[in-house]
């Protein structure tokens, strides 16, 4: 093949797909998908045009559709001409799930062992090009909004060598409390069999083999058409501001009949034509050794390729097993008549309530537990920003990141601590960004850093972010749970010129009541909010409750902060 290199490139699909209302219930009890809108079918169809990420090397193409939550709607093998995933003419959503709809195509990402409550909404995307060093083109794609704490980045790449695709996700619980988590894979593959972390359909001639990097995914279910692998067989809790990265490869399996043994590196099939062997990546002299029904060994040197099909005829005699070796003489694949394909492990599905129990409140002086070390050292941090003792707080968050280097807010923290110091803090805005390329507040660092513009119009840095507004409002929480008001203010004034949002002027009366004591300025806040249509974005982070109940209990005849107030108060 020509093309030695992976690319990726922005296209376009027209799919038809089910349309849905969103609904927002009158109570929060009944209202699982809080904070964002119910949803509910309709009976109407169109075909929509949507806007898609590419991803291909010589041997598959990957597409990606942002506008549904970031989910893999088609893994196509461009060695035989074969779709890997299962599709229907139209992507139609179905009845169940916690905002009431729920769509399976695609591969999509869990945080919770469950359907994510945005798999349906927009994700961020950026395309990492190759550069004269590198021969892999990436897509990233992040959700720092996803309902809870926990937000990810994903990054995907086809390694230009090898018919894989890799997947890395990068989790991060925001917040400062635990919360619920199980990241892993849905995958929609039609009916099939399982076993050995291998997908074999019985519809078509494909399949998948699921290879592990660095961690070993516990939780593995097949039902109803679908794969799902998962890091535990339980939900587990996610510390605060801890952090988790794990890795696969996916490997497509196509065009092999009857298919017996899989791995990262081969595919053999075995049928009465003889055998197959489907192999990801260039195998030059390679070993085969077949053991016939005899105890003959037979042994024959192989050179495998990707875009090539190796097929041997066997004749009658059909072997008992199958080795196959590298140059090297290690086994990449083996394969023994008779053996039994591992049953299909599935957890329960139940959380370990356990887990969720918080500990006893330490003095944060008390830097012992290793466990608890890190949010030890960031609980100082923020503190000595309250006290706007910058140098201090430099020297806490380093201390922080000997624990938890893997945070990326941790090393915003000590990013905006040097900034507020006057200092450079270019290394560690570089860490952050090497760890969360499109996290949010690295955007806000840049504005915040840039002098301060009397100018009306807003500021083009931020653009991207008004898309999702839910991150304006994820910025000035953070300040604000940093106690940085004054920081807080430029950011949320700047944000309420790209977006008119309820919340956005919330926060800005929580800055001006508890900062200047501007009791008139905040009252105008509160009165703008008001007017705003009812509906999403709705307050669920720790941060935006201290709001509402702190703007409460300035304001008790406000009507609007009221009904939020009930709302957080059922939840």
């Not at 002027?505 to 249509?533: D, H, I, N, T, W």
Request: glycine share 8%; net charge negative.
């Amino acid at each position: 093949m020509s093309q030695t290199r992976s690319e990726a490139f922005e296209d376009g699909i027209d799919l038809p797909i089910g349309l849905v209302e969103a609904q927002i219930p009158s109570k929060k009890v009944n209202w699982p998908g809080y904070p964002l809108p119910q949803l509910s079918l309709l009976s109407d169809e169109e075909v929509r045009t949507f806007r898609t990420i590419v991803l291909e090397n010589p041997y598959l193409r990957a597409v990606v559709l942002p506008g549904m939550g970031g989910r893999i709607v088609s893994l196509f093998d461009k060695r035989t001409g074969l779709e890997i995933l299962r599709r229907h003419p139209a992507i139609q959503p179905q009845s169940g799930g916690r905002r009431g709809v729920f769509v399976r195509e695609g591969i999509q990402i869990l945080l919770d062992g469950k359907e994510r409550l945005t798999a349906l909404g927009n994700v961020n995307t950026q395309i990492e090009f190759q550069n004269e060093e590198e021969d892999e083109t990436a897509i990233w794609l992040s959700e720092t909004f996803t309902g809870t704490g926990i937000a990810y980045h994903a990054r995907l790449s086809l390694p230009p060598d090898r018919a894989e695709l890799c997947l890395e996700v990068r989790v991060t619980n925001r917040w400062l409390t635990p919360q619920p988590y199980n990241g892993g894979l849905s995958i929609y593959l039609g009916e099939g069999t399982y076993g050995d972390s291998t997908f074999y359909s019985t519809e078509r001639p494909v399949g998948l083999h699921i290879a592990e990097i660095d961690l070993e995914m516990k939780g593995w279910q097949y039902c109803a058409g679908t794969l799902s692998l998962t890091r535990f067989d339980k939900t587990r809790v996610l510390a605060p501001r801890q952090s988790e990265t794990w890795k696969v490869a996916i490997v497509p399996i196509s065009g092999i009949q009857n298919p017996v043994a899989s791995s990262r590196e081969a595919t053999v099939g075995l049928s009465l034509d003889g055998l197959q062997i489907q192999t990801s990546c260039q195998r030059p002299r390679h070993k085969i050794f077949l053991l016939t029904e005899t105890e003959e060994t037979l042994e024959a040197q192989v050179d495998l390729y990707p875009e090539h099909t190796l097929e041997m005829e066997l004749g009658k005699n059909q072997p008992k097993g199958i080795i196959l070796r590298d140059p090297a003489k290690i086994e990449i694949l083996s394969y023994k008549a008779g053996r039994t394909r591992d049953e299909l492990m599935s957890g329960d599905g139940n959380v370990d309530e356990s887990q969720f129990q918080m500990p006893p409140q330490r003095d944060l002086t008390d830097r012992f537990d290793v466990a608890t070390r890190h949010i030890a050292y960031t609980h100082l941090g923020i503190t000595a920003l309250h006290a706007k003792n910058f140098g201090e707080a430099n020297r806490v968050f380093e201390q922080a990141l000997l624990y938890n280097a893997d945070d990326p807010l941790l090393w915003w923290s000590k990013a905006m601590s040097l900034r507020l110091k006057n200092e450079d803090n270019q290394a560690e805005l570089l860490n952050a960004h090497y760890l969360a390329p499109l996290e949010p507040a690295l955007k806000a660092e840049s504005f915040l850093s840039q002098p301060i513009d009397l100018s009306a119009e807003p500021n083009p840095l931020l653009i991207t972010l008004a898309e999702n507004p839910e991150e304006l409002i994820e910025v000035g929480c953070l300040l604000i749970e940093c106690g940085l008001l004054d920081q807080a203010s430029r950011w949320l004034d700047e944000a309420l010129r790209h977006r008119d949002l309820s919340m956005l002027r919330y926060l800005m009366a929580y800055c001006l009541f508890s900062g200047p004591k501007l009791l008139a300025e905040a009252s105008e806040q509160v009165r703008l909010a008001g007017l705003a249509p009812w509906g999403p974005p709705f307050p669920f982070r720790p941060m935006e409750q201290v709001v509402i109940q702190s703007l409460i209990n300035a304001f008790p005849a406000d009507q609007r902060l009221q009904v939020l107030g009930r709302y957080l108060e059922m939840g």
